[in-house]
């Protein structure tokens, strides 16, 4: 079972169209969620860590958010330049641990 | 940017080599991963490394092996390269696990097991 589920797969946005994207996580505690962007051919960027639920981050467009079983990563009026893979990582509370990565939601935003 | 240098960027090698992969940074940072990234499966880790010559194995680390000799390097070695391992592979590094502190990956390796 994964213990980091991203939905959805793939999102194929109009310019301007505002949505959601889902990361679920199954971890025993967390200590902490991550939220990266990669480019094709690039390596995943940093954008957002999420400590507690109630939490909220924001960068741009961008604004994630945090529940006791999940993130989202809200994306308001998106541009052409905001396609992207959007990864989410989890932090085990428990134990000295590497981060657990989901399989990425693809965003592609259409002009 | 966070200085992570990963080489060669493209390798294309014939089944049954060895094949060594490097990872390089400059800033002086404890922990070191290796993940592989395929369609379908994400970012998977490979091994990581939590100090000079302390390593442990990751998710998928059966044909892989590291060394970790100075801080700063960071090699993963494919003993006897099969197709299987054709795969883009990422390096990261950490200056803090188990707190809430991010990773920094690199540019990425491409290799192609022919």
């Known amino acids: 079972e994964d213990q980091v589920t991203q939905s959805p797969e793939a999102l194929r946005l109009q310019e301007g169209e505002s949505s959601s994207l889902n990361c679920s996580y199954t971890?025993?505690?967390?200590?902490?969620l991550f939220w990266y962007r990669q480019d094709p051919g690039k390596g995943p960027e940093f954008l957002f860590t999420l400590y507690s639920a109630g939490e909220e981050k924001e960068k741009e467009r961008l604004k994630a958010t945090l529940t006791k079983k999940e993130s989202f990563l809200h994306i308001t009026a998106p541009k052409p330049e905001d396609s992207a893979t959007y990864l989410c990582a989890v932090q085990e509370a428990t134990g000295n641990t590497p981060l657990v990565f989901g399989k990425g939601t693809r965003l592609s935003v259409i002009a | 940017d966070a200085g992570i240098t990963q080489s060669p960027r493209h390798k294309v090698t014939e089944t049954g080599t060895p094949v060594t992969l490097r990872c390089h940074q400059t800033?002086?940072?404890?922990?070191m991963y290796w993940y592989r990234q395929d369609p379908g499966h994400g970012l998977r880790l490979i091994h990581y490394s939590y100090g000079v010559k302390d390593t442990d194995k990751g998710e998928v680390s059966d044909g892989y092996s590291v060394s970790r000799s100075k801080t700063e390097d960071f090699l993963l070695t494919l003993e006897s390269a099969t197709s299987s391992q054709t795969s883009v592979y990422f390096c990261?590094?950490?200056?803090?696990?188990?707190?809430?502190?991010?990773?920094?990956f690199g540019q990425g390796t491409r290799l192609t097991v022919v």
């Open positions: 800033e002086n940072h404890r922990y």
């Open positions: 990261a590094i950490r200056d803090r696990q188990g707190m809430n502190t991010e990773a920094f």
């Open positions: 971890v025993s505690g967390l200590r902490g």
